[in-house]
């Protein structure tokens, strides 16, 4: 269902029952839709849809309202009123618009992007392994953007704003990236800043951007003089504390929508529990240092969407079972667009902790009804990424733990190092011996946490996980036997059969390091150990 709200009113109505994904202009006057792959456009004349030549994917219209681009079978297509014409397609195989199968690994989701005038777009272009740049006029010309792909060659964020295209591109090693503006008439690239880890480089979501005086948001992260965090900067100019864990820049603010400047910015960080999410926001202006102003106090998980002076903000947490959207324009709460349903006071709540030296956070979720002084089997459940967070003020993050809990067991969640949400050391640390320590970490965190939970048997302990948590499960059960007794692994992680963007971040590359390759692969496995290639196994209390 798609419902509309009008933010100076807090007038909410429904223009659509099913939707598969929607988009709008600039202003929210034009609402655009896909539905079981039927372009749909709702406008002040009501609601059209639009004929095109088959299923429609990823459509967006331009921030003017005027025109609709979309994607077809690996084609971009713009449709105006009633005529539909094809931008940029190829065949054999190319493919125009769509998010590579790596892109999402350097916080990109989309392939194509509109410019702020609605006259040309920003597309990439894949032919095999090959991802491209390239601006589009709406007139058929085009000009390619340049880069040194052969140093470069992985395109990470893109964003066209006010002030131009700006784009991050990082080396195969992926220690090194640039972020670069674009020209829009040449496709000339202009360095604005330079990324750089021993390990590798992580962007902060929503960044690179154009600020309101012109200078360029980057993300980065301070790792001297005792701070370990991830900060904002603009230009070289630290915007953020380094008490501040900075997870993403949700926007700019407008000049009355959160008490600030106008051009602040919204921001989504963690401020020493990385349990919880916060929002804050951080004047961006030149005037005035460094002014950060926490906007949430409730404990939990806060995020948020702006766009001028309207502000839509969610929060889960572990007292409701639904996010709860809230709508605020010009700095006052015009609409609730979800009502509040509060957990059940019988239901179990995870007991959420620090544990050992290093501080991992941990979680654990009795069976409903437990009796204390009644011992349990325990399941140690695990991140499907070694980025996962699992441990959080959340009640959403511990639905699968609950199904497990209600089959009678003690579940145990441990964000080990690797995970995010601490600091970038706590995650960067794993670079080259994922295993060693992933490892360490769990059977540790075991040990400490059935010291607390004493109802916990560590005699029945089985590790379950899917992806990277399967191949640890397993990983866990060979070199822990006398910890994790059984393991069920779920689509393992064959590192070296993994994307080269993923595996190599990690391990590096495999031509070079094959002894670390080596290291990380599941060999000698015990019988405890089941490895489901589909589908989850049920397992035995």
């Not at 979800?338 to 956070?361: G, I, K, Q, S, W």
């Not at 607390?452 to 640890?472: E, P, Q």
Request: charged share 25%; proline share 7%.
């Amino acid at each position: 269902m798609l419902d509309v709200c009008e933010p100076a009113s807090g007038r909410i109505h429904t223009v659509a029952e099913a939707v598969d994904d929607f988009a709008f202009d600039r202003t929210g006057a034009v609402v655009v839709w896909t539905s079981g792959g039927r372009l749909h456009r709702r406008d002040a004349d009501g609601v059209t849809v639009l004929s095109t030549p088959g299923p429609v994917d990823t459509a967006r219209p331009d921030p003017t309202g005027r025109r609709i681009a979309y994607l077809h079978e690996g084609t971009l297509r713009v449709a105006v009123g009633a005529e539909d014409e094809l931008l940029a397609g190829e065949p054999d195989g190319v493919r125009w618009g769509e998010a590579d199968p790596h892109a999402s690994w350097f916080g990109r989701h989309t392939g194509w992007w509109w410019a702020p005038d609605g006259e040309s777009i920003l597309a990439t272009r894949r032919s095999g392994e090959q991802v491209s740049l390239h601006l589009l006029d709406l007139d058929g010309g085009w000009v390619d953007v340049h880069w040194d792909r052969e140093i470069y060659p992985y395109l990470g964020t893109v964003r066209w704003a006010d002030g131009g295209p700006l784009i991050t591109a990082l080396r195969r090693s992926q220690g090194h990236g640039l972020v670069l503006a674009v020209d829009r008439r040449t496709g000339e690239t202009q360095v604005h800043a330079e990324l750089a880890d021993p390990r590798w480089v992580n962007p902060i979501a929503g960044t690179p951007r154009h600020l309101a005086d012109g200078r360029v948001l980057v993300g980065g992260e301070i790792s001297h003089d005792g701070y370990d965090a991830r900060c904002l900067f603009a230009d070289g100019t630290l915007l953020t504390p380094p008490n501040l864990y900075v997870r993403r820049v949700v926007g700019r603010l407008g000049p009355g929508s959160a008490g600030g400047e106008l051009g602040d910015l919204l921001i989504e960080a963690s401020e020493g529990e990385p349990a919880e999410q916060h929002l804050f926001r951080v004047r961006s202006s030149t005037s005035g240092g460094m002014v950060v102003h926490r906007l949430t106090s409730v404990p939990g998980w806060h995020s948020a969407a702006c766009g001028g002076d309207t502000v839509v903000t969610g929060l889960r947490s572990l007292d409701d079972e639904d996010v709860q959207l809230t709508v605020w324009f010009a700095g006052n709460q015009v609409a609730e667009l979800t009502p509040r349903r509060p957990v059940p006071a019988t239901m179990n709540r995870p007991a959420l902790d620090r544990v050992t030296d290093r501080r991992l956070p941990t979680a654990v979720l009795y069976p409903p009804g437990h009796v204390f002084g009644r011992r349990l089997p325990v399941l140690l459940c695990l991140p499907d990424t070694p980025t996962q967070q699992q441990v959080r003020n959340d009640h959403d993050a511990f639905t699968a733990a609950r199904h497990w809990a209600e089959a009678g067991f003690a579940v145990v969640m441990v964000d080990g190092r690797g995970t995010v949400g601490v600091s970038p050391s706590f995650e960067k640390v794993t670079h080259r011996r994922v295993a060693d320590l992933a490892v360490a970490d769990h059977a540790e965190a075991l040990r400490i946490i059935a010291d607390k939970h004493s109802d916990l048997d560590l005699t029945r302990v089985t590790a379950y996980g899917r992806g990277f948590g399967g191949w640890l499960a397993a990983l866990l059960a060979a070199r822990r036997p006398e910890t994790v007794r059984a393991a069920v692994a779920v689509e393992p992680w064959d590192w070296s059969a993994l994307p080269a963007p993923l595996a190599e971040r990690y391990l590096g590359p495999q031509e070079l390091d094959s002894e670390i390759y080596a290291r990380h692969a599941l060999e000698d496995l015990p019988p405890t150990v089941i490895i489901q290639e589909t589908a989850p196994v049920e397992i035995p209390t």
